[in-house]
C-alpha cells in the first residue's frame, strides 16, 4: 500500500539503521571504578546485581552463553560494559576485562565493545587502551550541563570536564553516547533546555534519556523522605522527554534509549519517581499525537484525509490505552481521517495522502 507522500511529519523513533537486529550482551561492573555517590545512584539495584566483581574468565562466560542462546547468524553482535565507570578502573583491570573479548572480536563472533564512564575518567592513556582492545562506543555519563544541578547531584566534575571529554572522545573517533536526566534535584525546564542546546552542539552519535527515579539506598532517597526534592510526575517526565527527544530528532541524533531497563530488581528497590516499563513508548505515542496533530491541522476541514504510519507503528499511534486516540475524540479529530499502513514508512513516522 504505497501512496504518494503529500506531506510528513517526522518523529524517527527508531530509524531504519536501529532495525538492524544488533545482539546486545550485558556485563555488568556495578560501582566498580566509582568512588562518587552521586544522590539519584543506587547502581546495584539499577544492574540488578550485587555479586562478586566479574574478572576474565566470567566475562568469556558470559560471552559464550549468550553466542549459544543466540545460534549463529548474520546479527550485529555487541558486548556492553554496564555500570559503574569503566576508565576508573586500574589500567590492569580494564586490560583484563578487555581483553576477554578479544578472541570474540578475532573470530568475528563480536563485532564491538561498549562501556560507559564518567567525562572526568577520559584522557589520552585510557582512549588510546581503549583503542588498542578494540572499543567502538563510549557513553558518558553526562545528566546535567549545569555546573549548579550537577553539584547538587554530587557529581564531583564540571560541566566543562564533559565538554572536554566528549571532545577528546571524538577525536578518537569512537562513537559518542550521551546519557542525560530529567528532574535531578535544582534543575528547571530552562537549565534542561540549555543542557539541550549544549549537547546538540556536541553533536554525539546517540542519546540515552532517563528521567530521575528515587530508588532504596540512594543519597535521594533520603532527601525525598525529608520532603526536600520532588520527582517529576510521569505526565511531566512524558512531556520533557519527548521535548528533547524531538529536538534530537530534528538534529539527526540518536535517541536510543527513554527511561531506565525495566525489571524486578528496579521495580522493588522504587521509592518514586515517574517509572513505567513502556516509558519510551510512551513518549514515542506523544510525539506521534502531535505528528498527527499538526498533519490534521494542515488541511481543511471536509477533505478527505489518508494517514499512513508503519504497520509496526499502530499501538504507537494509539497510545498507551489508546490514548491518542482519545485526546483527537477530544479534539474532534478522529472522524477527519482513515489509517493506513505502509511497511517502507520510516518507524515513529506518519505521513498524509489523499
Ligand atoms: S558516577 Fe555513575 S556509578 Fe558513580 S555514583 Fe555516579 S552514577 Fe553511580
Known sequence: MRTSVRREAAAPAHGRSLQKKLLVIPVFIPHEGCPYCCSFCNQHQISGQSADPIDATGVGQIVETWLDRSGAGARQVQVAFYG???????????????????????????????????????????LTLLKEFGVGVVELGVQSLDDLVLWQAGRGHSAEATMKAAELIKSYQFTLGIQLMLGLPGQS????????????????????????????????????????????????????????KKRFDDHGIRVVRMGLQ??????????????????????????????????????????????????????VFRGLHSANIKRLRQLGLHNRFTLQTDPDQPRGTVRLTE
Open 189 to 244: 525546564f530552562a537549565s534542561l533546555r540549555r543542557t539541550l542546546a549544549q549537547v546538540i552542539a556536541l553533536r554525539p552519535n546517540l542519546i540515552r534519556l532517563y528521567p530521575v527515579l528515587v530508588l532504596q539506598g540512594s543519597r535521594l532517597e533520603s532527601i525525598y523522605r525529608q520532603g526536600q526534592f520532588q520527582p517529576l510526575s510521569l505526565h511531566r517526565a512524558v512531556l520533557q522527554a519527548s521535548f528533547m
Open 262 to 315: 525495566p525489571g524486578p530488581e528496579l521495580e522493588a528497590s522504587l521509592v518514586a519517581g515517574p517509572y513505567h516499563p513502556a516509558f519510551g513508548e510512551m513518549v514515542q505515542a506523544r510525539l506521534m499525537f502531535h505528528a498527527t496533530r499538526r498533519l490534521l491541522a494542515s488541511v481543511s476541514a471536509g477533505q478527505p484525509v489518508h494517514l499512513v504510519i508503519n504497520e509496526r507503528d499502530q499501538s
Open 84 to 126: 559503574g565507570s569503566f576508565t576508573g578502573l586500574p589500567l590492569q583491570r580494564q586490560r583484563s576485562l578487555l581483553g576477554a573479548v578479544q578472541p570474540y572480536l578475532r573470530q568475528g563472533r563480536v563485532q564491538e565493545i561498549r562501556l560507559s564512564t564518567r567525562p572526568d575518567y577520559i584522557d589520552s592513556e585510557r
